[in-house]
């Protein structure tokens, strides 16, 4: 009996020393970066059924990266704002404006005009592993500087953004996130940012989601460099389709799917006129292509203004033909 009292002891007090760890690896990290973390409010335009225009009150978080006042956050917390005031931790409240929004990532970075503030670290997300310690700090349901800790649940997921666009790379995490923390950091150990905490399914319970830092950091330099992301565009409307096993076998193609042309829009900044409607794109400058999100991640800045090789099924055989594309207008 005695042996078992004594076991037992000294399991709790294991229990004990390693809750106190984890327990101090989270405060650590909450008090090393809490002064970085911001709360976002926004007015923002809005348009009722009626076509009536009225400003609506919305709240987010953001974290500051750089000491001379940028801060990034998430596009859907500021789109369409009037104004926007961002709170420290310490009650300063102060005027933030847009520097540049990106949708199709869901990330945009404010400016605000202090200096000496002190920056987060963007840790190299391609290096998380599954199961390693993750941290949000923000803003849930307007109730300032709330902290939830969880895992890496899964790494690599994907996301659809409010324009359609597919966000890549995305972190899975069962820290808890609610409405208001979007915007705010999902940190590491060290209290490096990770991710940018942007959503959660409402019907489940521990799913939630961070845009990852690697492509949050550089997403950010290009909208503080330009104030906007250059995309490519061909100037064509399409839609996946099924390719038959047929033309697979003929055709030595090693996708199952391909990208139907229905629509080419003439008069752009992009050469597009070898593209037919009907034809079927199935590689993209020697890349195979199956979707239209595989065809949007290639149209990246890098190929505005440049000739490139597609190949197409026209009358179910394959044909290689030129593009030029332009950039996307914002």
């Given amino acids: 009996m005695e042996n078992s009292i004594s076991f037992l002891t000294h399991q709790a007090s294991n229990d004990m020393s ?3 760890a984890y327990s101090q690896t989270v405060t650590g990290v909450v008090g090393s970066v809490a002064e970085s973390v911001v709360h976002i409010e926004v007015q923002k335009k809005v348009t009722d059924r009626r076509a009536d225009k009225r400003i609506q009150a919305g709240t987010g978080s953001g974290f ?4 001379d006042g940028f801060i990034i956050t998430n596009n859907h917390v500021v789109e369409n704002a009037a ?4 709170s ?3 009650g300063r409240r102060v005027n933030a404006e847009i520097k540049g ?3 199709s990532t869901d990330i945009a970075v404010l400016k605000i005009d202090e200096t000496g503030l002190k920056a987060m670290l963007l840790a190299d997300s391609s290096t998380l592993q599954v199961g390693q310690i993750a941290i949000a700090i923000g803003n849930p349901m307007g109730l300032q500087y709330t902290v939830t800790a969880g895992v890496v649940s899964a790494l690599g997921r994907t996301l659809r953004a409010s324009n359609g666009r597919l966000i890549d790379n995305v972190i899975q995490t069962d820290a808890a996130l609610n409405p208001g923390n979007s915007g705010g950091p999902l940190v590491n150990s060290q209290g490096q940012v990770i991710g940018v905490n942007t959503a959660m399914i409402a019907s489940a319970q521990g799913l939630c989601f961070a845009i990852s830092s690697n492509l949050a950091a550089q997403i950010a330099g290009q909208l503080i460099l330009n104030g906007k992301i250059r995309r490519a565009q061909l100037g064509i409307a399409a839609q ?5 096993s047929r033309m697979i076998a003929a055709n030595k193609l090693t996708t199952q799917t391909g990208i139907y042309v229905f629509e080419t ?3 752009g900044d992009y050469y597009n006129s070898e593209i037919h409607i009907g034809d079927i794109i199935i590689a993209f400058d020697d890349i195979p292509v199956a979707t239209v999100d595989d065809l949007h991640l290639l149209l990246s800045d890098k190929q505005i203004g440049r000739r490139i090789q597609i190949e197409v099924l026209r009358g179910g055989r394959k044909q ?3 593009v030029i594309p332009g950039e996307i207008k914002s």
Avoid: E, M, Q, T
């Avoid at 500051?64 to 000491?67: K, V």
């Avoid at 996946?240 to 038959?244: A, E, G, R, Y």
């Fill in 88 to 90: 420290f931790v310490d």
């Fill in 101 to 103: 929004a990106d949708p």
């Fill in 320 to 322: 290689a033909i030129s």
């Fill in 83 to 86: 104004s926007i005031k961002v």
């Fill in 18 to 20: 390693l809750l106190d």
């Fill in 64 to 67: 500051i990266i750089s000491s």
């Fill in 265 to 267: 829009i003439p008069d």
């Fill in 240 to 244: 996946p389709v099924n390719l038959s």
